[in-house]
């Protein structure tokens, strides 16, 4: 028999490639998502059972996620935005519709996460993670009382600071302090909250929305304002961590799993939607990203010591969700680079 020419090979290379993509499901899931967020072993998990790859390729603020959509990206299958972010991209036309026939395992959800108002109807979402943005307190140096914001940006602790790098997250904390409620997001707020925040941001050392553990942990600082998650993280490693929901009041935030309008590979992505739906892998996450999990089935599973985490699941108080506020994200995105030296 002729030896094969190469170029016969390599047309049953890419078949035989071709073939195991069409066995395992089509392309790779195009996942675009928050950093520190999803465990591998979730992934793992799904690939070894579907055959489909998940490319997992990550941001760290809803503004980066909405830009770089923004500018024709189509090659995501899978988005996870916040509240408002939803928000932004149904009033854009840029979600599809979930068929939810396809996902039986939304009847996991606790009631209090469906039908919420930044979907009407929940036809574009389905809540993956629930947090608050609080303040961390190294108990073993910071000795005196912090109960919001004004107790941590003092000069005593300059340099001792680290904070979420999210610039509308920190001009919200200025607004709480001012009175003002944290969406309504005017020039003349703006401008109000200006000389405050020109006063707090010489303060912080670290702005850091990936991993802000690291500088707590590490004793570079004492004080944080972060994420719950990342909070709830540093209660578990060591005991003289405590998380204090500011007097002020708080963000709640939650983070959904949505399909961009135009993707290649839906029903690969309700296959993962589902997939992170069952309670054995919705505890994994908790297990590894110990947020609020708003996967009623889930909880069951959770330990009493995961259940008494006061950053996991805090105690009542004043909480507000983001709003969409449209083009103000560009004022404060202007503010913020002015008073940080980029403008």
Same mark, same amino acid.
């Given at each position: 028999m002729?030896?094969?020419?190469?170029?016969?090979?390599?047309?049953?290379?890419?078949?035989?490639?071709?073939?195991?993509? @069409?066995?395992?499901?089509?392309?790779?899931?195009?996942?675009?998502?928050?950093?520190?967020?999803?465990?591998?072993?979730?992934?793992?998990?799904f690939?070894?059972?579907?055959?489909?790859?998940?490319?997992?390729?990550? /941001?760290?603020?809803?503004?980066?996620?909405l830009?770089?959509l923004?500018?024709?990206?189509? @090659?995501?299958?899978?988005?996870?935005?916040?509240?408002?972010?939803?928000?932004?991209?149904?009033? @854009?036309?840029?979600?599809?519709?979930?068929?939810?026939?396809?996902?039986p395992?939304?009847?996991n959800?606790?009631?209090?996460?469906?039908?919420?108002?930044?979907?009407?109807?929940?036809?574009y979402?389905?809540?993956?993670?629930?947090?608050?943005?609080?303040?961390?307190?190294?108990?073993?140096? +910071?000795?005196e009382?912090?109960?919001? /914001?004004?107790?941590?940006?003092?000069?005593?602790?300059?340099? %001792?600071?680290?904070?979420?790098n999210?610039? @509308?997250?920190?001009?919200?904390?200025?607004?709480? +302090?001012?009175?003002?409620?944290?969406?309504?997001?005017?020039?003349?707020?703006?401008?109000?909250?200006?000389?405050?925040?020109?006063?707090?941001?010489?303060?912080?050392?670290?702005?850091?929305?990936?991993?802000?553990?690291?500088?707590?942990?590490?004793?570079?600082?004492?004080?944080?304002?972060?994420?719950?998650?990342?909070?709830?993280?540093?209660?578990?490693?060591?005991?003289?961590?405590?998380y +204090?929901?500011?007097?002020?009041?708080?963000?709640?935030?939650?983070?959904?799993?949505?399909?961009?309008?135009?993707? %290649?590979n839906?029903?690969?992505?309700?296959?993962?939607?589902?997939? +992170?739906? %069952?309670?054995?892998?919705?505890?994994?996450?908790?297990?590894?990203?110990?947020y609020?999990?708003?996967?009623?089935?889930a909880?069951?599973?959770?330990s009493?010591?995961?259940?008494?985490?006061?950053?996991? /699941?805090?105690?009542?108080?004043?909480?507000?969700?983001?709003?969409?506020?449209?083009?103000?994200?560009?004022?404060?995105?202007?503010?913020?680079?002015?008073?940080?030296?980029?403008?």
């Amino acid at each position: 028999m002729k030896a094969l020419s190469l170029i016969a090979v390599l047309g049953i290379i890419v078949c035989f490639a071709q073939s195991c993509g @069409r066995q395992g499901g089509g392309e790779a899931l195009n996942l675009f998502a928050w950093s520190e967020y999803i465990p591998q072993e979730v992934i793992d998990g799904f690939t070894r059972e579907t055959g489909v790859r998940v490319d997992y390729e990550t /941001y760290d603020s809803n503004e980066a996620m909405l830009t770089k959509l923004s500018q024709g990206s189509t @090659r995501y299958d899978l988005i996870q935005p916040s509240e408002y972010a939803v928000e932004n991209l149904i009033r @854009r036309g840029m979600l599809d519709p979930l068929e939810f026939s396809e996902i039986p395992n939304l009847a996991n959800l606790d009631p209090a996460y469906r039908n919420l108002p930044y979907d009407p109807g929940q036809k574009y979402s389905v809540p993956y993670m629930a947090g608050t943005v609080g303040i961390v307190v190294n108990s073993e140096v +910071v000795k005196e009382p912090v109960h919001g /914001y004004q107790d941590v940006f003092r000069d005593k602790y300059r340099g %001792r600071i680290v904070v979420v790098n999210d610039n @509308r997250e920190i001009v919200s904390w200025a607004f709480g +302090v001012l009175g003002i409620p944290i969406n309504q997001v005017t020039p003349e707020n703006l401008a109000k909250a200006k000389p405050l925040l020109a006063k707090w941001l010489p303060l912080v050392k670290v702005f850091d929305s990936d991993n802000p553990r690291i500088p707590l942990l590490s004793g570079d600082c004492d004080l944080g304002i972060v994420y719950s998650g990342d909070a709830a993280r540093l209660c578990q490693e060591n005991h003289k961590f405590r998380y +204090v929901l500011p007097a002020e009041g708080a963000h709640e935030f939650v983070d959904n799993l949505c399909i961009p309008k135009g993707a %290649r590979n839906r029903e690969a992505a309700q296959k993962f939607i589902n997939y +992170v739906l %069952r309670p054995e892998v919705s505890k994994l996450i908790s297990d590894k990203f110990p947020y609020t999990n708003p996967n009623a089935a889930a909880r069951k599973l959770l330990s009493a010591e995961q259940l008494a985490n006061p950053a996991s /699941y805090p105690a009542a108080a004043h909480l507000d969700v983001f709003h969409d506020i449209g083009a103000a994200t560009q004022d404060i995105g202007a503010l913020m680079s002015e008073l940080r030296g980029g403008g």
